[in-house]
Antibody, heavy 117, light 111 residues
Framework: EVQLQESGPGLVKPSQSLSLTCSVT????????WGWIRKFPGNKMEWMGY???????SYNPSLKSRISITRDTSKNQFFLQLNSVTTEDTATYYC???????????WGQGASVTVSS | DVVMTQTPVSLSVSLGGQVSISCRSS???????????LSWYLQKPGQSPQLLIY???NRFSGISDRFSGSGSGTDFTLKISRVEPDDLGVYYC????????FGAGTKLELK
């Protein structure tokens, strides 16, 4: 059974970079697509981007200038970096596996990140 | 962006009852390959979202047949029959035809 686990700082200062790690067990990240979704206070959900089994990436156009998703296949981990954060980036960040039917079919438990000075 | 408009914002239901949630997209979700990538998710309190339905009407592994999806083009519906306590939470529709976007969510509560 695939399991995903997010980790990273829960507090980031404005203008700095947000960095999160997703550790995957039970499934290789060299198959499928793997990405990040965030849920803002008040329920709004936003797809941020994903990295494919081959290492290619696709990002939400609204974040394209600030986001980077990378991976370490030797550790079966993938990473999120979001630059120049503001308080508007305060959210719970989820990593997820993307299935062949363009859905998120496995999710991590979520990492709450607050952007505040 | 494909905007997903989900209604209602909240629903109150009695146990054993039936509810419907509507989702409308700002443009057709039919992909060039003929598939319609409309899905439904449930986020139970304190948990991560979970996939319920994919490609409009296909139940994900382990999902009860009390959940059914229907629709086409830009208009879609999720129906939940014989509501149980474990069904409570926030339901989201999502599309994967053009990038990915989600509806604003529908909170299902007990009456």
């Amino acid at each position: 059974e695939v399991q995903l686990q997010e980790s990273g700082p829960g507090l980031v200062k404005p203008s700095q970079s947000l960095s999160l790690t997703c550790s995957v067990t039970g499934y290789s990240i060299t198959s499928n697509y793997w990405g990040w979704i965030r849920k803002f206070p008040g329920n709004k959900m936003e797809w941020m981007g994903y990295i494919s089994y081959s290492g290619s990436t696709s990002y939400n156009p609204s974040l394209k200038s600030r986001i980077s998703i990378t991976r370490d296949t030797s550790k079966n981990q993938f990473f999120l970096q979001l630059n120049s954060v503001t308080t508007e980036d305060t959210a719970t960040y989820y990593c997820a596996r993307f299935g062949t039917t363009r859905v998120m079919d496995a999710w991590g438990q979520g990492a709450s990140v607050t952007v505040s000075s | 962006d494909v905007v997903m408009t989900q209604t209602p914002v909240s629903l109150s239901v009695s146990l054993g009852g039936q509810v419907s949630i509507s989702c409308r997209s700002s443009q057709s979700l039919v992909h060039n390959n003929g598939n319609t990538y409309l899905s439904w998710y449930l986020q139970k309190p304190g948990q991560s979202p979970q996939l319920l339905i994919y490609k409009v009407s296909n139940r994900f592994s382990g999902i009860s047949d009390r959940f059914s999806g229907s629709g086409s083009g830009t208009d879609f519906t999720l129906k939940i029959s014989r509501v149980e306590p474990d069904d409570l939470g926030v339901y989201y529709c999502g599309q994967g035809t053009q990038y990915h976007t989600f509806g604003a969510g529908t909170k299902l509560e007990l009456k």
